[in-house]
């Protein structure tokens, strides 16, 4: 293969699992293993450093340097910022979790003991707005 | 608002009638209507504004939120008719969510 060529494969597969990721966030398999996107970029990363063993041309730097910064934002993104530290547990199985009362969009005050001896509770829990 | 959407997709109509999903989160209730529309479908959304239940169920990301506001950890409980939870999803690492296939299942054996 040319070193254009794999510039150009590198490309693709940086973009492409950009765009694929972007579009099965819901599908759960996909979602759940972030890790994918980072091997993903590091495989670009890694077809664009043979670009530019074979060929020191412009476009083979510009493909190993998309491939890199996708790869540590990727990295940067899953191992730092989407980590959650630890926090004590209150929630337990076989226990029960604090009662509350809160509003809820018709301006109601719903509380979860309501739903004791009436009906099973999934509860979501979501940081919201984003 | 992945996890909902996926939730209320496999949730068939009786089990929906059978079950209470309940959304918790600092959105005020506009915000979560807009939501609640946007889904089609009738979970109750409940606002935690000042994150007070939130931080009472150990759930808040420190700093976790743009401009370092805390935020809530992620989280779903499966709560049987007696309260108990039954089934619990925490994860580090908030682009991960549980399963809606798993949440049905542990619903499902209760």
Same mark, same amino acid.
């Given at each position: 293969? $040319?070193? =254009?060529?794999?510039?150009?494969?590198?490309?693709?597969?940086?973009?492409? $699992?950009?765009?694929?990721?972007?579009l099965l966030l819901g599908?759960?398999?996909?979602?759940?293993?972030?890790? =994918?996107?980072?091997?993903?970029?590091?495989?670009?990363a890694t077809v664009a450093g043979l670009a530019v063993a074979l060929r020191r041309r412009?476009?083979?730097?510009?493909?190993? =340097?998309?491939?890199? /910064?996708?790869?540590?934002?990727?990295?940067?993104?899953? %191992?730092?910022?989407?980590?959650?530290?630890?926090?004590?547990?209150?929630?337990?199985?076989?226990?029960?979790?604090?009662? %509350? $009362?809160?509003?809820?969009?018709?301006?109601?005050?719903?509380? /979860?003991?309501?739903?004791?001896?009436?009906?099973?509770?999934?509860?979501?829990?979501?940081? =919201?707005?984003? | 608002m992945a996890e909902l959407q996926g939730l209320g997709a496999a949730l068939s109509e009786a089990e929906r009638a059978g079950v209470e999903v309940v959304a918790?989160?600092?959105d005020r209730n506009e915000q979560s209507q807009r939501l609640a529309n946007g889904l089609h479908v009738n979970y109750r959304f409940l606002a935690d504004p000042d994150l007070s239940v939130t931080?009472?169920?150990?759930?808040?990301?420190?700093?976790?939120?743009?401009?370092?506001?805390?935020?809530?950890?992620p989280a779903t409980v499966v709560l049987d008719r007696d309260g108990v939870v039954r089934w619990l999803s925490l994860s580090d690492n908030y682009q991960i969510r549980p399963d809606p296939g798993d949440v049905l299942r542990a619903v499902r054996t209760l």
């Open positions: 293969m $040319t070193s =254009g060529r794999l510039a150009l494969l590198s490309v693709v597969i940086a973009v492409g $699992t950009v765009v694929a990721y972007a599908v759960p398999s996909v979602r759940n293993h972030p890790e =994918g996107y980072v091997a993903a970029f590091a495989i670009a412009w476009y083979a730097w510009l493909a190993l =340097g998309l491939s890199l /910064l996708l790869f540590a934002g990727g990295a940067y993104i899953n %191992f730092v910022l989407a980590r959650i530290p630890a926090e004590p547990t209150v929630l337990r199985v076989g226990e029960r979790p604090p009662d %509350f $009362t809160l509003t809820d969009a018709s301006g109601r005050q719903v509380s /979860l003991a309501e739903y004791r001896g009436k009906k099973p509770v999934v509860l979501v829990f979501y940081r =919201g707005y984003w | 918790v989160s600092p931080r009472s169920y150990g759930l808040i990301h420190r700093r976790g939120g743009p401009g370092g506001v805390d935020v809530p950890r």
